[in-house]
């Protein structure tokens, strides 16, 4: 493929996107399609989930390791019921995600994006149950008020397997004579009643109640073939899978019947174990002596169902912070049927049934944040699709529960609906016993879809764990640049730099310097001077005058955390490395005040954007100061227990948002400095608050907020601190985040991380742009262990950032004047036809050389063989690995000195350019 092959490509997608409003997206992306807000308002307050199984151990109970509630052989419930995550705000906040890579998912927000069929004969009841046949040739639900339908699907030219499909229409089938298959609902309030139903393993009976008579039907010919009425009402129902005969019953009071139909009779019955009705049963396949029961308070049993006859162990599932354990929960078994997929509206979980140990928790959040309807396995186990009450259907990885693919309702529902006030959302999802990606879902409104993916696509979504360097080829919708050599982007050192770590790295607002605070306490400011061919970049003094050193004679500088901040108009310098906060004169690094009353070491400071007289100083012992220069009032501000990491103001909602070293975020009202509310980050399975920093920073909108913790970046609604967007990089502890701000446009975010790559994401969505490893911007000699550990954006062009280094060094780095952004370079390896192209160059260069040798002599070969290998860089550069040790040689690509020709500026000499 030609450069300007990959053009037309692009511009390909680009048009699809427009006319699918389909998107890639990182998890947590919130906005949505215009089809999609006119669901989006949609809201349930209550559901249904679908029939579910679980698995047990066959060995004694053993205590639970994962925090859940386990009760023994006879015991009681211990009381263990703790909460996931505990959050003190006003907004109030659900459970925290159980996330550890980055990855990315598909939307399905339009019909065109999927193929889809309803059955036709529905009614307006809603559907509470829905089966796939074991066959796979018909789909059978009931309904609330009772009555059973079963649609098949027709072997013909269109569809020659006769399998359920949605690319054509099924029947509704009846038999040529006999009645519907209606339960006995006589003198039974049907709002009142749970409908139940299962079909046998040969697809030949069904058993199913609505409150009334337990009924036994012959699927062929819809007689009822016996009825019997157990005390209490049942529930749930379930076959015993060696035997069709047998039948387990959950009932309203929390019992659990053994009834076999053959002889008419209950073979057993579990009274202890379940405090509310039954709302899941399923048996193992393996082992024929293990039943598994869910219940309305969010517990599960396991029991020995023939020989003992006994309770083998409990567990009560962990629920968020605020949550009473109510709601039906239900459960599944995994294929390999040593594991169970747990649904309750809280959450999906994921327990090994050996030990009844939690092994996976996912809760809904970001775009799927609505409470769980449903949930189910795929046929091979390796989905799980759950339906939600705002009308989402996420299709999740089983192994991890990470999301692949979500479909938004108006990929499903007619506009009419979309437009109504009538809620619609799937009640309840099944999946096909043959198809992995095909699922059906019963809806509020009676109606019944099967939902597949386009046959160009083949499956939902992509695999959910990317590697953060590659992106795996089925997107097919946007591309990560990789910048691994200086060729490929524009890198200048600032001259003059010292040992000393970077502390603090600030453009001046004028976007005409870089100012530095060292670990050591000195800052030093460097200026772009004007000059009509390339600016000098010095190291900027006064004409007279001491440079600007923070007082720090009795100062353990290992122990305290260095900070500054820098006035609107570019005048004052405020600075701190321990209790003293000097004032500086930026002009002429006069030192004007000194705070001296401070009881603790600074820890961040911030000016006031309305008043340079005024400015935020978070302290080592948790406390916030608002200090005045003019008046030198001090207002204490107290509710964090560690160390301030991150001030920020925002004017146009009239606060200041604080983080902290335990990963809390607090509101402060700027007139009243009265906290407003209180909010925990929600950090990744297994981490503690106290690992990290947190920091801070507004949108350019001022609404948003970015949050940095070394484990995660998050955007926040600032005005009621919900949790809009999370990206959370590895687990790997080589890619912590060090440091990350948003460009001067808020459009992109800069991060880096302490293997020293930066990545460049789409603030909107946190999508990753691009990525630039060290051999970029690092020299080749250069140790190990150096990385960003500050970042700091160019306040006018929003392409450009500067980076300071644990060695002391500070970089900044802009794309090539040829690229203009940090997108996707022609010359990266998008597609095999750049490995083409690079063969093509190689034949024509030896082809050149042949000549060249004939007619000019080695001396121009010398020339062009250095010429075509700069060239090669632009083709094989990308291609190779991305470690500190495979670059080409110095002379080729050493970093620029400041008079560097190729470090051009452009029409607007004053700013800092390269």
């Given at each position: 493929?030609?450069?300007?092959?990959?053009?037309?490509?692009?511009?390909?997608?680009?048009?699809?996107?427009?006319?699918?409003?389909?998107?890639?997206?990182?998890?947590?992306?919130?906005?949505?399609?215009?089809?999609?807000?006119?669901?989006?308002?949609?809201?349930?307050?209550?559901?249904?989930?679908?029939?579910?199984?679980?698995?047990?151990?066959?060995?004694?109970?053993?205590?639970?390791?994962?925090?859940?509630?386990?009760?023994?052989?006879?015991?009681?419930?211990?009381?263990?019921?703790?909460?996931?995550?505990?959050?003190?705000?006003?907004?109030?906040?659900?459970?925290?995600?159980?996330?550890?890579?980055?990855?990315?998912?598909?939307?399905?927000?339009?019909?065109?994006?999927?193929?889809?069929?309803?059955?036709?004969?529905?009614?307006?009841?809603?559907?509470?149950?829905?089966?796939?046949?074991?066959?796979?040739?018909?789909?059978?639900?009931?309904?609330?008020?009772?009555?059973?339908?079963?649609?098949?699907?027709?072997?013909?030219?269109?569809?020659?397997?006769?399998?359920?499909?949605?690319?054509?229409?099924?029947?509704?089938?009846?038999?040529?004579?006999?009645?519907?298959?209606?339960?006995?609902?006589?003198?039974?309030?049907?709002?009142?009643?749970?409908?139940?139903?299962?079909?046998?393993?040969?697809?030949?009976?069904?058993?199913?109640?609505?409150?009334?008579?337990?009924?036994?039907?012959?699927?062929?010919?819809?007689?009822?073939?016996?009825?019997?009425?157990?005390?209490?009402?049942?529930?749930?129902?379930?076959?015993?899978?060696?035997?069709?005969?047998?039948?387990?019953?959950?009932?309203?009071?929390?019992?659990?019947?053994?009834?076999?139909?053959?002889?008419?009779?209950?073979?057993?019955?579990?009274?202890?174990?379940?405090?509310?009705?039954?709302?899941?049963?399923?048996?193992?396949?393996?082992?024929?002596?293990?039943?598994?029961?869910?219940?309305?308070?969010?517990?599960?049993?396991?029991?020995?169902?023939?020989?003992?006859?006994?309770?083998?162990?409990?567990?009560?599932?962990?629920?968020?912070?605020?949550?009473?354990?109510?709601?039906?929960?239900?459960?599944?078994?995994?294929?390999?049927?040593?594991?169970?997929?747990?649904?309750?509206?809280?959450?999906?979980?994921?327990?090994?049934?050996?030990?009844?140990?939690?092994?996976?928790?996912?809760?809904?959040?970001?775009?799927?944040?609505?409470?769980?309807?449903?949930?189910?396995?795929?046929?091979?186990?390796?989905?799980?699709?759950?339906?939600?009450?705002?009308?989402?259907?996420?299709?999740?990885?089983?192994?991890?529960?990470?999301?692949?693919?979500?479909?938004?309702?108006?990929?499903?529902?007619?506009?009419?609906?979309?437009?109504?006030?009538?809620?619609?959302?799937?009640?309840?999802?099944?999946?096909?016993?043959?198809?992995?990606?095909?699922?059906?879902?019963?809806?509020?409104?009676?109606?019944?879809?099967?939902?597949?993916?386009?046959?160009?696509?083949?499956?939902?979504?992509?695999?959910?764990?990317?590697?953060?360097?590659?992106?795996?080829?089925?997107?097919?919708?946007?591309?990560?640049?990789?910048?691994?050599?200086?060729?490929?982007?524009?890198?200048?050192?600032?001259?003059?730099?010292?040992?000393?770590?970077?502390?603090?790295?600030?453009?001046?607002?004028?976007?005409?310097?870089?100012?530095?605070?060292?670990?050591?306490?000195?800052?030093?400011?460097?200026?772009?001077?004007?000059?009509?061919?390339?600016?000098?970049?010095?190291?900027?003094?006064?004409?007279?005058?001491?440079?600007?050193?923070?007082?720090?004679?009795?100062?353990?500088?290992?122990?305290?955390?260095?900070?500054?901040?820098?006035?609107?108009?570019?005048?004052?310098?405020?600075?701190?490395?321990?209790?003293?906060?000097?004032?500086?004169?930026?002009?002429?690094?006069?030192?004007?005040?000194?705070?001296?009353?401070?009881?603790?070491?600074?820890?961040?400071?911030?000016?006031?954007?309305?008043?340079?007289?005024?400015?935020?100083?978070?302290?080592?012992?948790?406390?916030?100061?608002?200090?005045?220069?003019?008046?030198?009032?001090?207002?204490?501000?107290?509710?964090?227990?560690?160390?301030?990491?991150?001030?920020?103001?925002?004017?146009?909602?009239?606060?200041?948002?604080?983080?902290?070293?335990?990963?809390?975020?607090?509101?402060?009202?700027?007139?009243?400095?009265?906290?407003?509310?209180?909010?925990?980050?929600?950090?990744?399975?297994?981490?503690?608050?106290?690992?990290?920093?947190?920091?801070?920073?507004?949108?350019?909108?001022?609404?948003?907020?970015?949050?940095?913790?070394?484990?995660?970046?998050?955007?926040?609604?600032?005005?009621?601190m919900e949790l809009i967007h999370q990206c959370i990089p590895h687990v790997s502890p080589s890619m912590r985040i060090s440091s990350a701000t948003y460009s001067c446009n808020s459009q992109l975010i800069y991060a880096s991380f302490i293997d020293g790559n930066i990545g460049v994401l789409d603030a909107d969505t946190l999508r990753l742009k691009c990525r630039i490893v060290p051999s970029a911007y690092l020299s080749q000699n250069g140790s190990e262990d150096v990385?960003?550990?500050?970042?700091?954006?160019?306040?006018?062009?929003?392409?450009?950032?500067?980076?300071?280094?644990?060695?002391?060094?500070?970089?900044?780095?802009?794309?090539?004047?040829?690229?203009?952004?940090?997108?996707?370079?022609?010359?990266?390896?998008?597609?095999?036809?750049?490995?083409?192209?690079?063969?093509?160059?190689?034949?024509?260069?030896?082809?050149?050389?042949?000549?060249?040798?004939?007619?000019?002599?080695?001396?121009?070969?010398?020339?062009?063989?250095?010429?075509?290998?700069?060239?090669?860089?632009?083709?094989?550069?990308?291609?190779?690995?991305?470690?500190?040790?495979?670059?080409?040689?110095?002379?080729?690509?050493?970093?620029?000195?400041?008079?560097?020709?190729?470090?051009?500026?452009?029409?607007?000499?004053?700013?800092?350019?390269?």
């Amino acid at each position: 493929m030609e450069a300007n092959d990959y053009s037309r490509f692009k511009v390909e997608l680009v048009d699809l996107k427009a006319s699918a409003n389909w998107g890639v997206n990182l998890l947590y992306k919130s906005p949505i399609g215009a089809r999609e807000d006119m669901a989006n308002h949609h809201r349930s307050d209550s559901g249904h989930s679908a029939e579910s199984p679980i698995d047990a151990s066959d060995d004694e109970s053993e205590p639970s390791k994962n925090g859940d509630s386990v009760e023994g052989e006879e015991g009681e419930s211990i009381d263990g019921d703790e909460d996931v995550e505990e959050y003190e705000s006003d907004a109030g906040h659900s459970s925290g995600p159980n996330v550890t890579e980055l990855w990315e998912f598909t939307e399905i927000v339009d019909r065109v994006q999927c193929r889809m069929v309803s059955m036709p004969e529905c009614s307006d009841a809603k559907v509470f149950r829905l089966l796939y046949t074991n066959s796979g040739v018909g789909i059978l639900a009931l309904s609330s008020n009772g009555i059973q339908k079963l649609w098949k699907w027709p072997n013909n030219e269109q569809n020659p397997t006769g399998k359920a499909t949605a690319n054509s229409v099924p029947q509704h089938w009846q038999p040529t004579s006999g009645p519907f298959m209606i339960n006995d609902v006589i003198g039974v309030n049907l709002e009142k009643v749970v409908p139940c139903i299962d079909l046998s393993k040969n697809d030949s009976y069904i058993v199913s109640a609505a409150g009334g008579k337990i009924s036994l039907f012959n699927i062929m010919t819809y007689r009822v073939l016996t009825k019997f009425r157990p005390s209490p009402t049942p529930t749930f129902l379930v076959f015993y899978p060696w035997d069709n005969n047998i039948i387990a019953i959950g009932t309203e009071d929390g019992t659990i019947c053994i009834y076999n139909v053959k002889v008419d009779q209950v073979m057993v019955e579990f009274i202890k174990g379940h405090h509310k009705h039954i709302t899941g049963l399923a048996f193992s396949t393996t082992n024929r002596d293990m039943l598994v029961s869910s219940s309305a308070d969010a517990q599960l049993c396991v029991w020995e169902i023939f020989g003992r006859w006994r309770k083998r162990i409990s567990v009560r599932i962990q629920l968020p912070a605020g949550k009473v354990h109510s709601g039906d929960t239900h459960v599944m078994f995994h294929t390999d049927q040593l594991h169970l997929l747990v649904t309750h509206e809280t959450q999906l979980a994921i327990y090994d049934t050996y030990n009844m140990e939690r092994k996976r928790q996912w809760f809904p959040q970001g775009c799927l944040s609505a409470r769980i309807s449903s949930a189910t396995y795929s046929c091979n186990s390796q989905l799980v699709y759950a339906s939600f009450v705002d009308g989402n259907i996420g299709v999740l990885d089983a192994d991890n529960l990470t999301l692949r693919c979500r479909i938004a309702p108006s990929a499903y529902l007619s506009q009419p609906i979309l437009n109504s006030k009538r809620v619609v959302y799937a009640v309840v999802i099944a999946a096909h016993p043959q198809e992995p990606n095909q699922l059906a879902i019963g809806l509020t409104n009676g109606s019944i879809k099967v939902i597949e993916p386009l046959e160009s696509e083949g499956e939902w979504g992509i695999s959910p764990l990317i590697d953060i360097e590659i992106l795996n080829d089925r997107t097919k919708l946007w591309e990560l640049t990789k910048i691994i050599d200086q060729v490929q982007c524009q890198v200048v050192s600032m001259p003059e730099c010292s040992d000393a770590k970077v502390s603090g790295l600030l453009y001046t607002n004028s976007g005409v310097g870089i100012l530095r605070l060292r670990s050591d306490s000195i800052q030093k400011l460097w200026k772009w001077s004007y000059n009509e061919q390339n600016p000098s970049k010095k190291n900027w003094k006064p004409n007279s005058g001491p440079s600007m050193i923070n007082d720090v004679p009795s100062v353990n500088l290992e122990e305290v955390a260095p900070c500054i901040a820098l006035s609107n108009d570019d005048s004052y310098i405020v600075s701190a490395v321990g209790k003293k906060v000097a004032l500086f004169n930026i002009m002429t690094s006069e030192v004007l005040k000194i705070i001296t009353t401070l009881p603790s070491a600074s820890t961040f400071l911030a000016f006031d954007p309305h008043d340079n007289n005024i400015i935020a100083i978070g302290t080592e012992k948790s406390s916030i100061y608002i200090y005045g220069w003019v008046n030198e009032e001090l207002i204490e501000l107290n509710e964090h227990l560690k160390p301030i990491t991150g001030l920020a103001f925002s004017t146009k909602l009239k606060m200041l948002v604080s983080g902290d070293a335990d990963a809390q975020l607090c509101v402060w009202n700027t007139n009243l400095w009265k906290k407003r509310r209180s909010v925990r980050i929600q950090l990744p399975s297994g981490k503690v608050p106290s690992e990290g920093d947190t920091h801070v920073m507004f949108h350019a909108d001022q609404l948003h907020l970015l949050v940095t913790h070394e484990t995660q970046l998050a955007i926040y609604d600032a005005s009621k601190m919900e949790l809009i967007h999370q990206c959370i990089p590895h687990v790997s502890p080589s890619m912590r985040i060090s440091s990350a701000t948003y460009s001067c446009n808020s459009q992109l975010i800069y991060a880096s991380f302490i293997d020293g790559n930066i990545g460049v994401l789409d603030a909107d969505t946190l999508r990753l742009k691009c990525r630039i490893v060290p051999s970029a911007y690092l020299s080749q000699n250069g140790s190990e262990d150096v990385y960003p550990l500050v970042i700091a954006a160019h306040p006018h062009e929003p392409n450009q950032f500067a980076v300071g280094l644990t060695d002391g060094s500070i970089k900044v780095i802009e794309p090539l004047k040829s690229q203009g952004n940090w997108e996707v370079s022609v010359s990266s390896p998008v597609d095999n036809g750049k490995k083409n192209g690079r063969l093509v160059w190689q034949v024509l260069r030896g082809t050149l050389a042949t000549i060249c040798l004939g007619l000019f002599g080695v001396g121009i070969i010398r020339i062009i063989q250095i010429k075509t290998r700069k060239s090669k860089m632009n083709f094989d550069g990308y291609m190779t690995d991305g470690s500190r040790t495979n670059r080409p040689d110095e002379t080729e690509k050493g970093e620029r000195e400041p008079n560097n020709p190729k470090a051009e500026f452009s029409a607007r000499p004053i700013k800092v350019r390269l």
